[in-house]
């Protein structure tokens, strides 16, 4: 039997203790490819793809933002409804921090999604 060449992720982990059956969508990364690249892939609508944004505010408190993938989210307005001076993405190193993963690749719950989601 080949040896399984699938990454093994915080939400791997967590599915595999619970006994959850799910089946790998492995395909190549393209830098910047985002959703769009992950519903071209998968042969799925765009919208149908969860994005996780890995956010902070003035005080640099994390927080997760998950959304449609052909969405966008306006920093401004987030700000306003939370009652945040403003709302910015996290860097990359920022966000690797908080999740454990490179960008594009936190999942939209459990491990990695250690933030606050709003």
């Not at 399984?4 to 915080?10: A, I, M």
């Not at 944004?53 to 927080?63: A, G, N, V």
């Not at 939370?82 to 594009?104: D, F, I, W």
């Amino acid at each position: 039997m080949a040896k399984d060449k699938s990454p093994v992720t915080p939400a791997i982990r967590v599915l595999r203790a619970s006994g959850i059956t799910f089946t790998d969508h492995l395909y190549t990364y393209e830098e910047k490819g985002g959703t769009a690249v992950s519903a071209r892939e998968l042969g799925v609508n765009e919208h149908c793809v969860i994005k996780t944004l890995i956010m902070e505010d003035d005080t640099r408190q994390p927080f997760v933002v998950l959304m449609h993938g052909d969405r966008q989210v306006s920093t401004r307005e987030l700000a306003r409804q939370m009652g945040a001076r403003s709302v910015t993405p996290c860097t990359p190193e920022t966000a690797q921090k908080h999740t454990g993963y490179l960008v594009g690749g936190p999942p939209p719950s459990g491990p990695g999604a250690q933030c606050p989601c709003i």
